[in-house]
């Protein structure tokens, strides 16, 4: 049982039902008790009243005149008592006709006590001394045992409802007391780097709940100034990076433009030049994600048609796959305006098809699939690659992660989709990865909230709406290769 509700739960019911379960069996031994002792008084009563009909002259009398006066008082109950009296010397003086001319057992050393007899049953004796006689008078056990079975039964179906009661009620109980506990993980787990100046709300009862709620929250004012410190650490230190580089690069390509190197020489500054074109790519990557964690860019969203945005792309696609020798096709269909800002997305696409075009083998196809609908903006970029493990999927869109065989950034460091990321929640989206049913490679998929196709012709610039109307988008529902 991992769940604590579910131990809560389980813990309360059998805590409930075992003490529930100890009460009826001491209820039981209570009732029994308190039955067989009316029987005992019953015996008591009877025997009190076998002694007043003899009289106090009992002594004196025969035994067919104690045998007739006995006769008289019991007679009428012998269907409740079962009676034999007996003297040490002359022996039996008088048994009850209900007792078929047997004798109720004797037990040495017990007045009161349970005895069994056949064709009669389980009996409860009493034995009384009348000097010169012993008289023991006993009732049947038959109706107690009956209320005892008839009190098990009720006992067994009241632990079942119990059983059931205490797990709804544990249920709930438990729901209410962990509250407290999904407040925290809600909250805990909406905070993330992005989002570090939430805080879990602390309740008014101070308990170990409210004290670990208050602990939580300082652990998290550490962490957002430590992450602060790295933001402005990682900006800076790309800020001041670019001075030097450029110098760097400056004199590097003063040296090439000079004509005094050897082609040996020539060649090594071309090699420092590349890379320090991709030191730079790498410091404004990290400067963009330091602005855009601080929430320092702001984007500006404008209606655009996905459709027209992607026959621009679209070309610019064809030329980059057909050069890295591979082919590209896109299809997009729906109807609809999308508010993003045309510059970012256009990185976010290039990004992902520079990842696949890094994994997909020559000949293969990358496709893009567009879909307008419900509401969303969905773009998914496929692949022909190996693939990513699905235990690797959400980590691909961290810094610096390069998974072998995995979709890498334009740049090698592995900065593209985490820069992607970050772009699409500028967006008010989000982006994923996932496999592709019946086939190796990888999709990635943005979504970005879109408007309703009644509001499109609304929204679009006249400039965008009179060019769809031109250039005929029904053409671009169907797909496309581009080659």
Not at 9 to 33: D, H, K, N, P, R
Not at 113 to 127: D, K, T
Not at 157 to 168: E, N, T
Not at 371 to 399: K, M, Y
């Amino acid at each position: 049982m991992k769940s604590i509700r579910t131990r809560l739960t389980v813990s309360y019911a059998l805590s409930a039902t075992i003490t529930t379960a100890g009460l009826f069996v001491a209820g039981y031994q209570l009732l029994e008790s308190h039955l067989i002792h009316g029987l005992d008084l019953l015996n008591a009563a009877e025997f009190a009243q076998i002694k007043a009909h003899l009289g106090p002259d009992y002594k004196t009398l025969s035994p067919q005149i104690i045998d007739q006066r006995i006769r008289e008082t019991t007679d009428y109950a012998s269907t409740l008592f079962y009676i034999n009296i007996d003297s040490p010397h002359s022996g039996p003086v008088f048994y009850s006709t209900n007792l078929n001319g047997a004798f109720i057992p004797d037990v040495p050393g017990q007045r009161v006590y349970n005895a069994y007899m056949q064709r009669i049953g389980e009996l409860r004796v009493a034995e009384f001394v009348l000097p010169p006689f012993d008289v023991s008078i006993a009732t049947r056990l038959d109706q107690v045992q009956s209320v005892m079975r008839g009190y098990v039964l009720v006992c067994i179906a009241l632990v079942v409802a119990m059983m059931g009661a205490s797990m709804a009620i544990g249920f709930g109980l438990s729901r209410v007391m962990l509250r407290p506990i999904r407040l925290i993980r809600e909250t805990a787990s909406r905070i993330g780097s992005d989002n570090l100046s939430e805080r879990i709300p602390v309740a008014s009862v101070q308990d170990e709940i409210s004290d670990l709620t208050v602990l939580l929250n300082q652990m998290f004012d550490r962490l957002e100034s430590a992450f602060d410190q790295i933001r402005r650490f990682a900006a800076e230190a790309s800020h001041e990076l670019k001075t030097p580089l450029a110098m760097v690069r400056l004199h590097a390509e003063k040296l090439i433009v000079d004509g005094d190197l050897s082609p040996a020489h020539e060649e090594a500054v071309q090699v420092q030049l590349e890379e320090i074109a991709r030191l730079n790519q790498i410091i404004d990557a990290m400067l963009f994600l330091s602005r855009a964690e601080a929430h320092a860019i702001a984007v500006t969203l404008s209606p655009h048609d996905p459709a027209h945005f992607l026959e621009l792309c679209a070309m610019d696609a064809c030329a980059l796959c057909e050069h890295q020798g591979r082919r590209f096709e896109y299809t997009h269909s729906g109807e609809g305006a999308v508010e993003f800002e045309e510059r970012w997305l256009r990185q976010v696409v290039f990004n992902l098809l520079a990842n696949a075009l890094h994994v997909t083998p020559e000949n293969g196809c990358i496709t893009l699939r567009s879909e307008l609908e419900d509401g969303i903006w969905r773009v998914a970029i496929e692949d022909e690659g190996t693939g990513v493990p699905p235990e690797q999927r959400e980590r691909i869109f961290e810094r610096f992660v390069r998974l072998p065989n995995a979709s890498e950034t334009g740049t090698g460091a592995g900065l593209g989709l985490a820069i992607c990321r970050s772009i699409i929640a500028l967006h008010r989206g989000r982006i994923y990865a996932e496999s592709m049913p019946g086939r190796s490679g990888l999709r990635v998929v943005f979504e970005i909230p879109a408007e309703s196709a009644s509001a499109k012709s609304r929204s679009l610039p006249d400039s965008v709406a009179r060019k769809r109307r031109t250039t005929g988008s029904a053409n671009l529902t169907a797909p496309r290769v581009l080659e």
